[in-house]
Nanobody
Framework: QVQLVESGGGLVQAGGSLRLSCAPS????????MGWYRQAPGNQRERVAT???????NYADSVKGRFTISRDNGKDMLYLQMDSLKPEDTAVYYC??????????WGQGTQVTVSS
């Protein structure tokens, strides 16, 4: 069973920064895609940023220029650097990994709260 463990959420003022981390229970190169999603109360879960095995990145329009997805190959870690945070970024953030067999894996989520 693959596990994804997120960390790094918290409370921050608008304009501040946070870095989320995701630690998978196996090599990040065993996944076709990895990414970050978020879900605010009353909203559907939405894609924030994705990173392919080959290193291509993709961002939601709402976070372009403010968020950066990256990985540390040696540590098998996925990150989401979030700068210039806004109150509308408040949500539970989930790490996601898509295996080559098509199985989707999710972390338990980490809360990010941005105060105005």
């Amino acid at each position: 069973q693959v596990q994804l463990v997120e960390s790094g959420g918290g409370l921050v003022q608008a304009g501040g920064s946070l870095r989320l981390s995701c630690a998978p229970s196996r090599s990040i190169f065993s996944f076709n895609f990895m990414g970050w999603y978020r879900q605010a109360p009353g909203n559907q879960r939405e894609r924030v940023a994705t990173l392919t095995r080959g290193g291509a990145t993709n961002y939601a329009d709402s976070v372009k220029g403010r968020f950066t997805i990256s990985r540390d190959n040696g540590k098998d870690m996925l990150y989401l650097q979030m700068d210039s945070l806004k109150p509308e970024d408040t949500a539970v953030y989930y790490c996601n990994a898509l295996g080559f067999t098509g199985i989707n894996y999710w972390g338990q989520g980490t809360q990010v709260t941005v105060s105005s």
